[in-house]
């Protein structure tokens, strides 16, 4: 039996002690589960509480039984789901239960989803949508998810799709043709179209990452020298002591990381340790990963002790270091700052003045580096790096049919539609050429 076969089962609820746990169950045997505890399965579509048995005869749960028959389920398969008392005795009796009946196995990890894929349930984007769904922590994100599953990126992306298919197809029944001429305005007008919606797909490549920062988050490193006070800023933004503070040199060694909302994105902001020479090997590993997350991050923050004579000299060096998107905090001007500060740097006190006054403007310039300025931040319909490429792809070959010659190479402008249809296709995850096909054929005459 093939594994797509299978009856596939998985405890949907986290593990561990709740008060209800839900099991999913999903496949061409789902149904007979209920049989399998000694209950009667519930009609197709409604609920019916049960008593479950073990295969001993003795009781197991009272449980609610929901039985779905495919094709109108959400797999598209016949699913059974037991909605248990979340006692870890009673799921792992069900589990274990299910694992020793022939033709059931446990799911893999997405293949519920990967079922509801195959048939036609939702497609590729609306299969990473429901991930992003359950992986939400902010509102935005949230909301983006739900827009996603709505169709934001699918729904543009099929129509350019159609168009390109059509476009295709009129321009492949017209290579039959080559020896007459081609009539003017088909030209004109299929180079219109392929114009115009370049512009629509660049437009949508034009969103400054937003879609991506939005699901991603944001990384932000703190990044200067020993004791200028970036654990002491990490924890005035965290609110709480997330890393130890002390007067001696060289406090931090690993990365500390935490976790804040802004605005409806998460930012992950990093304490590193100090930058200095130093004999130490700990240490001196400590300072490496410092300077690569510094390097890697999507913005960093100086942090320098002001009243070090040295400290423009440190802010120097370290802006090569670190990545483009930065901004220079100078710490202690409690102790007076050594010369002045430049227009776009920030001066504090971390220790005197009040944590939500500085907590404040961190955020504000935090704001300034992560989001662009006038960004609407749900106008962004690409959410991952693979829509990105895919989309660059069918603009790129887009733009190459539009420089064809379509009197001279038809072919070569077919062949680049062709390739923009399926890096489309890649996106909503399909890549056939079925579509093509028909598409050509129906627009023959009738009898060729
Ligand atoms: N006077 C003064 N002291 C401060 C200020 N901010 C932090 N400190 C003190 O400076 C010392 C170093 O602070 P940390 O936050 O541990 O500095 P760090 O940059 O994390 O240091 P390392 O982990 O060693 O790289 C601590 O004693 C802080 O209390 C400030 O604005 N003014
Ligand atoms: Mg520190």
Not at 83 to 111: D, Q
Not at 234 to 247: E, K, P, T
Not at 325 to 337: F, L, T
């Amino acid at each position: 039996m093939s594994r797509s076969e299978d009856t596939i089962f998985a405890q949907a609820t986290p593990p561990g002690r709740s008060a209800i746990a839900v099991i999913r169950i999903s496949g061409q045997q789902a149904l007979a589960v209920p049989a399998l505890f000694g209950a009667d399965c519930p009609q197709a579509g409604s609920f019916s509480l049960a008593r479950l048995f073990d295969r001993h005869g003795k009781p197991l749960d009272e449980a609610l039984l929901l039985a779905m028959k495919g094709p109108r389920s959400s797999t598209g398969e016949d699913v059974l789901e037991i909605h248990a008392h979340g006692s870890v005795a009673v799921i792992s009796s069900i589990l274990h239960h299910l694992s020793e009946a022939p033709g059931f196995r446990v799911a893999e990890p997405g293949e519920f989803t990967q079922r509801m894929f195959a048939h036609d349930k939702i497609d590729l984007i609306g299969a990473e949508a429901l991930a992003d769904l359950i992986d939400a922590e902010t509102d935005l994100q949230l909301n983006q998810a739900w827009r996603h599953k709505g169709g934001m990126l699918s729904g543009p992306v099929s129509e350019w799709r159609d168009l390109v298919i059509t476009l295709g197809g009129r321009l492949e029944a017209l290579i039959d043709f080559a020896d007459e001429d081609l009539p003017p305005d088909v030209e004109s007008d299929l180079r219109e179209r392929v114009t115009a919606l370049c512009t629509r797909i660049q437009h949508c490549l034009d969103d400054d990452g937003m879609g991506e920062a939005i699901r991603e988050g944001v990384t932000v490193s703190l990044i200067g020298p020993v004791n200028a006070g970036k654990s002491s800023l990490l924890n005035m933004v965290a609110g709480r002591d997330a890393a130890i503070v002390s007067d001696e040199a060289g406090t931090t060694r690993d990365i500390v990381s935490i976790r804040v909302n802004l605005d409806g994105v998460p930012i992950t902001i990093q304490d590193t340790a100090g930058v200095r020479e130093t004999p130490n090997v700990i240490e001196a590993e400590g300072i490496r990963r410092a300077v690569e997350a510094g390097r890697n991050a999507d913005a960093a923050l100086l942090v320098v002790d002001g009243s070090e004579p040295d400290w423009r000299m440190t802010v120097n060096r370290l802006r090569s270091e670190v990545t483009e998107n930065h901004r220079v905090i100078v710490n202690k001007i409690d102790r007076g700052v050594v010369g002045d500060l430049d227009p776009d740097m920030v001066g504090v006190s971390l220790l005197t003045a009040g944590d939500h006054k500085i907590s404040g403007a961190i955020l504000n310039l935090l704001r300034d580096m992560v989001f662009p300025a006038n960004r609407d931040m749900s106008a962004s319909i690409i959410t991952r790096a693979r829509h990105r490429h895919a989309l660059q792809a069918a603009l790129e070959a887009l733009e190459a049919a539009g420089r064809h010659d379509l009197h001279l190479a038809p072919e070569m402008a077919a062949e680049d539609l062709r390739q923009a249809v399926d890096a489309l296709g890649r996106i909503i995850g399909r890549v056939d050429v079925e579509d093509l096909l028909s598409s050509i054929f129906s627009s023959f005459c009738i009898g060729k």
